[in-house]
């Protein structure tokens, strides 16, 4: 490694570096005082033992990433339906990654001072970008008069995902 001891403008003394290239066999011949090549006609610059710098390959390769996402405007993740005269919880997944993610498994959770109940929900492929809402039976019991629930996305982590840190939403949901 080839360390220079150069006089800049303000005269003063700075330490310039020359080793990163000179240790890989490449010539890169005087510089100015500024750090700078000379230009070609006040010094050759030539590397012919060179080899190309190694591609910059992506740190990070495509991954699939499901994730509850908030879809109410009220109490958080708290969307609400009826059927057969029963609340529906609808709970919302999204692939938020950029790689596809294969079919996995939302569990939607309710729980209540003397219990819980539990739906396991098959969520198919997903894009990225891709969302499937799963509409699940709110148990009678759950009333008191919050009913509070936990999903999952991709519950068992059976998905290889950029994050399995972001696959749980927690919420309430209200009878007025």
């Avoid at 209540?112 to 891709?130: I, R, V």
Wanted: net charge negative; aromatic share 10%; with cysteine.
């Amino acid at each position: 490694m080839t360390v220079s001891n150069v006089w800049l403008g303000n005269l003063r003394p700075a330490l310039v570096v020359l080793g990163a290239l000179a240790m890989s066999g490449c010539n890169m011949g005087p510089v100015d005082a500024e750090g700078e090549p000379l230009a070609e006609s006040e010094a050759q610059m030539q590397c012919n033992d060179c080899e190309p710098p190694p591609p910059v390959e992506d740190p990070l390769p495509p991954a699939p990433d499901l994730r509850p996402i908030n879809s109410s405007a009220g109490n958080p993740y708290c969307v609400i339906s009826w059927a057969n005269n029963q609340p529906l919880l609808g709970v919302l997944v999204k692939n938020v990654g950029d790689a596809t993610a294969p079919a996995s498994t939302t569990r939607v959770r309710f729980t209540w001072a003397t219990g819980y109940s539990e739906s396991f929900e098959a969520t198919p492929s997903l894009a990225p970008g891709g969302t499937r809402y799963h509409w699940v039976y709110i148990p009678q019991s759950c009333w008191d008069p919050y009913c509070d629930f936990q999903y999952d996305a991709d519950y068992g982590n059976v998905v290889a995902e950029s994050s399995e840190t972001n696959n749980s939403a927690t919420g309430y949901c209200t009878v007025l």
